[in-house]
């Protein structure tokens, strides 16, 4: 079982250098490769969502947000996104943290939930969340610029909760 508790601002840091590689690399998340610290934070807690870290022996090794994909007639349809830490890859804290927040976004009164922008190249994150209930409903072609792949498909997921 891997804890993952609620986020508090002291964890910016942790959380902060989880993602900022995340960005840098700009192959998984549909963000400005020059985003600062500041600006990525601000992107993970903005108004609306739900921050939760995923530690393990005292280190914090995931985060992921959970909020409302829209709002009005869509506001019950969760919305998440997730961040694992390199060297924790391949451990369980992916699915450890969606398997959460599918009970959390539950909670929140959430009847679904829908990725709006899975980027096709990222296999293990496509196969996990095909695994874990999800079905494409959608497929963008070539929606997404790839520093080294050039354009490649963007996917949208959906699953009931």
């Avoid at 909670?107 to 990222?122: D, K, T």
Wanted: aromatic share 10%.
């Amino acid at each position: 079982m891997i804890p993952i508790r609620p986020a508090t601002r002291d964890d910016d840091d942790a959380i902060a250098n989880i993602i900022m590689p995340i960005v840098r690399a700009g192959e998984t998340y549909a963000l400005d490769r020059d985003m600062t610290q500041e600006q990525v934070l601000a992107f993970w807690h903005a108004p609306g969502n739900s921050v939760f870290v995923a530690e393990v022996g005292g280190h914090v090794l995931g985060s992921y947000f959970c909020r409302a994909n829209k709002a009005g007639g869509g506001r019950h349809v969760a919305n998440c996104g997730y961040a694992t830490h390199a060297s924790a890859t391949g451990r369980g804290i992916a699915r450890a943290m969606a398997e959460h927040s599918f009970e959390h976004a539950r909670a929140a009164g959430f009847r679904a939930m829908q990725y709006n922008f899975v980027i096709a190249s990222n296999d293990r994150a496509v196969r996990l969340w095909l695994s874990l209930g999800f079905e494409q409903v959608g497929r963008l072609p070539g929606a997404f610029d790839h520093p080294t792949l050039g354009e490649v498909d963007a996917l949208v997921l959906y699953r009931r909760l």
